[in-house]
């Protein structure tokens, strides 16, 4: 499969800048996979399209300050945006700046001009600026005390309640990127889907690298996902198995959720050391803590998802792909055509699909 077939031109004017107020005030467009509808809502209007005992699947993981300046010895400007913990002071990280070669120290600045605060010594070298660095303290503690929360490259107005681009249950620390289809969500909303009998569960996976760029091969099958970590806990493995047995939709609420609970399928418990794969519905699910590289595009076979919360996604990425591989090529197309005549808002503070 070609790379350039997910590509699509989209108007500059239609790249969201801004949140909308109140998050559910978003518009919705419903795509239904057996007839081929679609349809104009609000965010707010979700309900609608739920049912009593539907499982909705969130990603609880929050966006940490990661993008920190730095110092080279000779005095050159370093930026660095953190993406994934090998260890405490262990981290994978982009950096910006020339020369940022193993065995450089670097001094990390409380701003972009600021005082020193810490060191960092640079281990590794990786493919278009992925760099290991070992901090002297916490990295994680250090972004909290010096960072600044890091905004997709094509949003240009700086945000003024950093809050915005995290979601209501942001709980657990570990994310370079938010996971955007749950910025849709408030309270109220959430209040009203509970009362209809909508049960909400909470996984974990920390926003990395393929995140941030475009799929550069040019066939689909030979990109390689960086790992990204996870977490599904056994109370949410038994909620979903127990969904499963009942008959129940399991809705994920974004691609990063579909891909913790995807990535758990491919453990068997019946057979963990076999290939072998059981019925989808004889399958039990597990609990899985750990990395993932799962790459999901058109072909592959879902085992747990039902349903899909998602925002529109940029041309050529990792997230298009999974959502085409969930509504199929040409539905997408046509959803995303209508979307851009219809002057929806795309990207992260952009509008919502529900595909179901």
């Given at each position: 499969m070609?790379?350039?077939?997910?590509?699509?031109?989209?108007?500059?004017?239609?790249?969201?800048?801004s949140?909308?107020?109140p998050?559910?005030?978003?518009?919705?467009?419903?795509?239904?996979?057996g007839?081929?509808e679609?349809?104009?809502?609000?965010?707010?209007?979700?309900?609608?399209?739920?049912?009593?005992?539907?499982?909705?699947?969130?990603?609880?993981?929050?966006?940490?300050p990661a993008r920190?300046?730095?110092?080279?010895?000779a005095?050159g400007?370093?930026e660095?945006?953190?993406?994934?913990?090998?260890?405490e002071?262990?981290?994978?990280a982009?950096?910006?700046?020339?020369g940022?070669?193993?065995g450089?120290?670097?001094t990390?600045?409380?701003?972009p001009?600021g005082?020193?605060?810490?060191?960092a010594?640079?281990?590794?070298?990786g493919e278009?600026?992925?760099?290991?660095?070992?901090?002297?303290?916490?990295?994680?503690e250090?972004?909290?005390?010096?960072?600044q929360?890091p905004?997709?490259?094509?949003i240009h107005?700086?945000?003024?309640d950093p809050?915005r681009?995290?979601t209501?249950?942001a709980?657990?620390p570990?994310s370079?990127a938010?996971?955007?289809?749950?910025?849709?969500?408030?309270?109220?909303l959430?209040?009203?889907?509970?009362?209809?009998?909508?049960?909400?569960?909470?996984v974990t996976?920390?926003v990395g690298?393929?995140t941030?760029?475009p799929?550069?091969e040019e066939r689909?099958?030979?990109?390689?996902?960086?790992?990204?970590i996870?977490?599904?806990?056994?109370?949410?493995?038994?909620a979903?198995?127990?969904?499963?047995?009942?008959?129940?939709?399991?809705?994920a609420?974004?691609?990063?959720?579909v891909?913790?609970?995807?990535?758990a399928?491919?453990?068997?418990?019946?057979?963990?050391?076999?290939?072998f794969?059981?019925?989808?519905?004889s399958?039990?699910?597990?609990?899985?803590?750990g990395?993932?590289?799962?790459?999901?595009?058109?072909?592959?076979?879902?085992?747990?998802?039902?349903?899909?919360?998602?925002?529109?996604?940029?041309?050529?990425s990792?997230?298009?792909?999974?959502?085409?591989?969930?509504c199929?090529k040409?539905?997408?197309d046509?959803?995303?055509?209508?979307?851009?005549?219809?002057?929806?808002?795309f990207?992260?503070?952009g509008?919502a699909?529900?595909?179901?």
């Amino acid at each position: 499969m070609k790379t350039a077939e997910f590509d699509y031109d989209l108007p500059p004017e239609l790249i969201a800048q801004s949140p909308l107020e109140p998050r559910d005030s978003s518009r919705l467009l419903v795509v239904d996979r057996g007839t081929g509808e679609l349809r104009h809502r609000r965010f707010s209007d979700l309900p609608q399209f739920l049912h009593p005992g539907d499982l909705l699947i969130h990603n609880e993981s929050r966006v940490i300050p990661a993008r920190v300046f730095a110092r080279k010895p000779a005095g050159g400007r370093v930026e660095l945006l953190l993406l994934r913990a090998r260890s405490e002071q262990v981290w994978e990280a982009l950096a910006r700046g020339r020369g940022v070669r193993p065995g450089t120290r670097l001094t990390l600045l409380s701003a972009p001009d600021g005082v020193p605060v810490a060191t960092a010594e640079v281990l590794e070298e990786g493919e278009r600026g992925l760099r290991v660095l070992a901090f002297d303290r916490p990295a994680l503690e250090l972004a909290e005390r010096v960072g600044q929360t890091p905004l997709p490259p094509y949003i240009h107005r700086p945000l003024s309640d950093p809050e915005r681009y995290q979601t209501i249950y942001a709980r657990t620390p570990g994310s370079a990127a938010a996971p955007t289809a749950g910025l849709h969500f408030t309270p109220d909303l959430l209040a009203r889907l509970r009362e209809m009998g909508v049960r909400l569960a909470f996984v974990t996976l920390h926003v990395g690298l393929d995140t941030f760029r475009p799929v550069q091969e040019e066939r689909v099958e030979d990109h390689r996902m960086h790992t990204e970590i996870c977490c599904l806990s056994a109370e949410v493995a038994e909620a979903v198995n127990q969904a499963r047995r009942e008959g129940r939709r399991v809705i994920a609420v974004g691609t990063t959720s579909v891909r913790v609970l995807e990535s758990a399928a491919r453990v068997n418990v019946q057979c963990p050391t076999s290939n072998f794969q059981l019925p989808t519905s004889s399958f039990q699910l597990m609990p899985f803590d750990g990395p993932t590289d799962l790459f999901i595009y058109p072909g592959y076979r879902f085992r747990v998802v039902d349903g899909l919360i998602t925002n529109f996604h940029l041309p050529r990425s990792t997230l298009l792909m999974l959502v085409a591989a969930f509504c199929g090529k040409e539905l997408l197309d046509r959803a995303y055509a209508e979307a851009i005549r219809l002057r929806y808002r795309f990207y992260s503070f952009g509008d919502a699909m529900l595909i179901l």
